[in-house]
């Protein structure tokens, strides 16, 4: 299954900077937000667990879309991925 | 109310609009709007509404001008350095607009002052850098009722919305908890550029002016985010207000402001605050620095780009990000356990942060330089840029 995955905001610093990745998730299992964090902390964050992840959720102050929606709106943690979907980690910004 | 001849003509260019008109001109000039911050976000904001007509601005910033800020605080001026804030801001509004009433607060707002500060105005614009003081903004205007037009901005991004408008979401529904302080980046450490804070001031603006003539499609529920690298706008949906919200929720819990320093582990500036992560004795003062005769291996742990700016004899650069993230190159990491280590950084906080690391990683003993190289300029060398 293919997705695409963005960041954000700064967050891209703790995925070894980049800003836009096209993954391929193995189509054989079930994939919901909560199993792509985890694969996130395995495969791809560079930088510390904690700046990124508390628990099994984000930390707070990055925004999760899928799709450009916010995640709340679509189930968080349970949302089941689909083919295609574009997900995005955003961090707020509070400069000025 | 009316509007003389010489509003007629000054406005003229924008009551032909045909979202505006006289009805439209007439609104802004019965409308008070503050502005808190006086920087990058709010000299646009304040320059395009004071232009704009709006009746009354108030003007918030407890700061003075500093050098560092000219780049894209763009109503300040050499002549104001060390002045405040928020007397060049005025002057400039008197010089262009003299209609505007203008009302300054030198002040720092906090939980005692913010409620009777705000209470006079119609709208809110958080132009503030820091993250207490935007849900310090977001709480205060969910109490009084009042729409709060967030901006910020940071390197190549921006981001926008309306909080607390027309049943819409307020901050805290967005972000019910503050990030990790750790996790926070400010214009001073992280750097911010002027036309990214400008655009974003500017959709600020527009978004005021849209509140006032009831406009139907206001920037609520939603956030745009600017970012100039990809030269794209995105326009994401965010949920809707939170029934449960500690403070907008039917049920709130927060019905007065409470300490945001404290709830948000922070301080309400993004000026930065001394760590203390060391002892007396893992640390040496810049005098000690500048008479030490011995072999030594200097560490800047600043960022390329700041290092490139200015940076002592015979130090090498090794990041904090670098460090932090274990990429430092094994062949330093041997140098470093055969030489004396001295750690350097802007103000003798990552500094510290790097010494402790490489203490509890790899059991090597350094020191590090009490208040980097600001105490150098300060102490030794005058000619020493700092930035």
Known sequence: ?96 | MALSNEEIKRYSRQIIVPNIGVKGQLKLKESKVIVIGAGGLGCPVISQLSGAGIGTIGILDYDTVDLTNLHRQLLHTVNDINCEKVKSVERNIKERNPNVNVITYNVLLNSSNALNILSSYDIVVDATDNVPTRFLLNDACVLLKKPLVSGSALQLEGQITVYNYNKGPCYRCIFPKPPPAETIQNCSDAGVISPVTSLIASLQSMEVLKIILNHDNVLTEKLLIYDAADVSFRKIKLRGRNPSCEVCGDNPTIKELIDYEQFCGTCAEDKNPNLKILKHDQRMTVQEYANMKEEHLLIDVRSPNEFEICHLKDAINLPIKTIQSGKTDVKLVNDMKLKQVIFVCRRGNDSQIASKYFSEKFNIQSKDIIGGLYEWNNSIDKEFPIY
């Open chain 1, 1 to 96: 299954m293919e997705i695409k995955l963005d960041f954000g905001g700064g967050a891209e610093v703790l995925f070894d900077n980049i800003k836009k990745r096209d993954l391929t998730l193995d189509s054989s299992k079930k994939w919901t937000i909560r199993t792509f964090l985890q694969y996130m902390k395995e495969n791809l964050l560079t930088d510390r667990e904690e700046l990124f992840l508390q628990g099994e959720c984000v930390r707070p102050g990055i925004l999760v879309l899928i799709n450009d929606t916010d995640w709340e709106l679509l189930g968080e943690l349970d949302y089941e991925i689909q083919p295609n979907d574009n997900i995005s980690f955003i961090s707020t910004l509070h400069g000025g």
